[in-house]
């Protein structure tokens, strides 16, 4: 049985004794606020979620249990993020007609993929007819040799420990999440995301990577903090993750750590921790000082296109 995760590819034997993480490409609680209901769908066929909740799970789509509205949140200024516009999830596939039959009940009009090609050749998105699919390569000018050295690793467990111990699996992780803001990749990918989402007739649409937890997990920090979201909301919703996507994993990680890895090691890998997302926001006040500053000097996305976001997903609520 396989998995695959921010471009790596996780088997595991069925005495879940031998692990192996083969390396494609890249690197590899939650107090929720906000308010519960939908905006979308007035005839009731999506269903009602807080802030931040599992739509994969509710529909009954087993294998995207990161699908997730963006909406639904308040901002600071007690405003909320609308609903039934932007959805953030993991990669659809595999997915049986079962699973895209229901996908369907979302109305996708876009799809904008931010994995590399090689992940995308292994694992292309299945997804219903007249969706239009967007290959977006945030890690295209990745040129870090981790991939090859992770995998290495991760067949010797025990050496594991020592290289990846100790912080040092974390300090990976933190140096790829500033390279989404700094790699010219990641920059055009982000630029023409968040452009896409401010054009009324691409919605809905969806934004993915291959869990749905680091490319597709600043994706969605950045546009909530964009929109007034404030960070301890935009924080907790990124470490919602860990309650959707290691379930998947837990054979691996079981299997690790039954051939002597560190168990933390494999959460580490498979699950997000908060310095990782901390990471990019540090990078990001370091380069451009300010959300607003990223997206106009970073991207490329200026003033006026920003209110045009802000005024699409910001409604006020009813007195």
Not at 57 to 70: H, Q, S, T, W, Y
Not at 90 to 98: G, I, K, L, R, Y
Not at 171 to 192: D, H, K, M, N, V
Not at 269 to 294: C, H, N, R, T, W
Request: net charge positive; with cysteine.
């Amino acid at each position: 049985m396989q998995k695959d995760f921010m471009g790596h590819r996780i088997s595991w034997t069925k005495n879940a004794r031998r692990f192996a993480l083969v390396a494609a490409v890249g690197l590899a609680a939650l107090a929720l606020t906000g308010t519960a209901g939908w905006a979308k769908a007035p005839d009731g066929s999506l269903p009602i979620l807080a802030p931040g909740q599992s739509l994969g799970l509710a529909l009954g789509i087993p294998p995207v249990p990161n699908l997730r509205d963006v909406g639904g949140y308040k901002t600071s200024q007690g405003a909320i993020v609308a609903r039934g516009l932007a959805y953030r999830s993991d990669t659809f596939n595999p997915m049986s007609a079962e699973d895209i039959k229901k996908l369907e009940r979302l109305e996708l009009k876009n799809d904008y993929d931010l994995r590399t090609t090689s992940e995308v050749k292994a694992r292309p998105d299945q997804i219903p007819p007249g969706v239009h699919y967007h290959l977006l390569n945030v890690l295209a000018d990745a040129k870090s040799a981790a991939p090859a050295e992770l995998e290495a690793l991760m067949h010797e467990p025990k050496k594991a420990n020592v290289v990846l111990g100790n912080g040092r699996i974390e300090a990976l992780f933190q140096g790829a999440y500033r390279e989404f803001i700094t790699l010219p990749s990641a920059r055009q990918s982000y630029r023409q995301l968040f452009l896409s989402l401010a054009e009324p007739g691409k919605l809905p649409a969806v934004f993915h990577c291959t869990t749905g937890k680091d490319r597709t997990g600043w994706a969605a920090a950045a546009l909530l903090t964009l929109l007034g979201v404030p960070r301890q909301t935009v924080m907790a919703d990124y470490m919602r993750t860990n309650q959707y996507t290691l379930p998947q994993f837990q054979r691996a990680i079981d299997a690790f750590a039954a051939a002597g890895g560190d168990r933390s090691i494999a959460l580490a890998i498979f699950g997000v921790k908060p310095e990782y997302l901390q990471a990019s926001f540090d990078q990001m006040d370091k380069q451009y000082g300010s959300i607003e500053k990223y997206f106009s000097e970073g991207l490329g996305i200026g003033p006026a296109q920003q209110e045009t976001l802000r005024k699409m997903y910001i409604v006020n609520p009813k007195p």
